[in-house]
């Protein structure tokens, strides 16, 4: 039992180094759906199927690690509910047949637990996030418990074995209590006819371990978990010695689903937004809210002050000066597509342009940096065209008073590479709309 508690803590330290040294990912050009947001909704649920080698630590058996002989399969079924990016919480159960051998002995027997487990991401603990977007390696603690049938028997003659044999015959065996030497040594059968059964003995368990997750896509998971399952009793070999309570290691090979919408993400494989945390951070901090309130106090005052004219602020969707104009429209990631918040941004272009009707206006596109610069390019004249369409459409301004400026990723307004980890992708991903000064319509 100490090799193998041993091996599983190596494992856990090499899981936990690997984490730390494989991780390439590029947090700067994360897709939306990639970033951690608990306002969102992610499938959560989970059901996994696994087999393997359920290997036993017990007093009756010749190994101190893996056994050379005589291997026991077993199967795991369980039912995973995953909390935040971390943590979940899962229902499992194991069972497989037991055996182990020493000297002229042996025992036999079969069991199935069940379990309630705490499992931590230790890379979203350490990292954020999924390594490569592929690989998430945990750690389990659980409680539960095991309803086992076990018996022994002689090597040599195939005969059921006796208290009296085994613990009158052997120095220093403390005979157990409440048992006689008549006795056939069994839990699960009857002791005085070994071959009928009876109730399943019971004993708690503390399962151990670590494993590791490979997305394959939105919907499937294949993993190997290895687990140490510490028996808080030393009966699953019906020895009844109490010298060393007994244990048992099952390595699975894993075959998770992932419950829910197909187009959605699980939130295991998510990562953790930086400018949310940051955001979520100044709305608790007394300090930054009196700042951002200073903020929005001098915005209020440079919209309405006629002599600040060549500087443009974004605040929420944005600014509008009234004795020029400056106007700013902000959109979701890869959409061009006007939100209900820029609509009202625009009525008020259209009422500055219908009242000046004259003037010509200059609607620059941008991007943020996610994205090749062609498609970037396309992508904001999309969206100048947008912004013409509800201006022409719905307010009736002659589309022959715009000039379109697409710029793609140029002139990034927050660069979220020298600014991490709080640049912000948002701001741009706008369209700004200017007068062109000197430019009237043509009669």
């Known amino acids: 039992m100490r ?8 494992i856990f330290l090499y ?24 306002d969102r909704k992610y499938n959560t649920w989970s059901v996994t199927a696994g087999i393997g080698p359920v290997i036993y630590y017990t007093d009756v058996n010749n190994y101190a690690l893996l056994p050379s002989s005589h291997w026991r399969f077993g199967p795991s079924v369980l039912v995973s509910k995953q909390f935040g990016r971390p943590w979940s919480l899962d229902a499992q159960f194991l069972t497989a047949d037991m055996y182990g051998e020493k000297n002229i002995r042996y025992f036999s027997g079969s069991f199935y637990d069940l379990s309630l487990n705490l499992n931590f991401s230790i890379n979203q603990l350490v990292l954020f996030g999924p390594i490569r977007d592929k690989l998430n390696i945990y750690g389990k603690l659980g409680l539960g418990v095991n309803y086992f049938r076990s018996r022994q028997r002689s090597l040599e003659t195939g005969d059921w074995i006796t208290v009296g044999e085994v613990h009158s015959g052997t120095p220093g065996y403390p005979r157990p209590y409440g048992w006689a030497d008549t006795d056939y040594l069994a839990i699960g059968y009857d002791r005085q006819n070994p071959e009928d059964k009876t109730s399943r003995g019971s004993e708690v368990i503390v399962p151990i371990g670590v494993g590791i997750d490979y997305r394959i896509n939105k919907n499937f998971d294949v993993g190997f978990e290895l687990t140490l399952r510490n028996v808080t ?45 940051y955001q979520r951070e100044r709305e608790t901090d007394p300090l930054a809210r009196e700042l951002d309130s200073l903020r929005r106090r001098l915005d209020y005052i440079a919209a309405n002050d006629s002599s600040v004219t060549d500087t443009s602020f974004v605040y929420k969707e944005s600014v509008i000066q009234k004795d020029d104009l400056t106007a700013s429209v902000f959109f979701e990631f890869d959409k061009a597509r006007i939100t209900a918040a820029s609509h009202k941004t625009l009525a008020v272009v259209a009422r500055f ?26 992508l904001s004249q999309r969206r100048c065209d947008a912004v013409i369409d509800v201006l022409v459409n719905d307010y009736g301004i002659d589309r022959n008073r715009f000039e379109t400026e697409p710029m793609g990723e140029t002139d990034l307004l927050s660069d979220t590479k020298e600014l991490a980890p709080r640049g912000v992708h948002r701001v741009n991903r706008r369209v700004d709309i200017f007068l062109l000064k000197g430019q009237k319509t043509e009669e």
């Open 353 to 378: 342009m219908k009242e000046n009707g004259d003037e010509r206006v200059l609607v620059q596109g941008y991007c943020d940096e996610r994205g090749s610069d062609d498609y970037n390019v396309k």
């Open 3 to 10: 090799h193998s508690i041993t091996v599983l803590f190596v």
């Open 15 to 38: 899981a936990g180094n690997s984490a730390l040294t494989a991780q390439q990912i590029d947090f700067y050009n994360l897709e939306e759906e990639q970033l951690y947001n608990p």
């Open 233 to 277: 009793q030393d009966n699953l070999d019906v020895n009844l010695t109490g010298a060393d309570n007994d244990s048992y290691m099952a390595a699975l090979l894993t075959f998770t689903y992932k419950i829910g919408k197909k187009n959605k993400r699980h939130s295991l494989w998510t990562y953790k937004d930086f400018n949310l945390a």
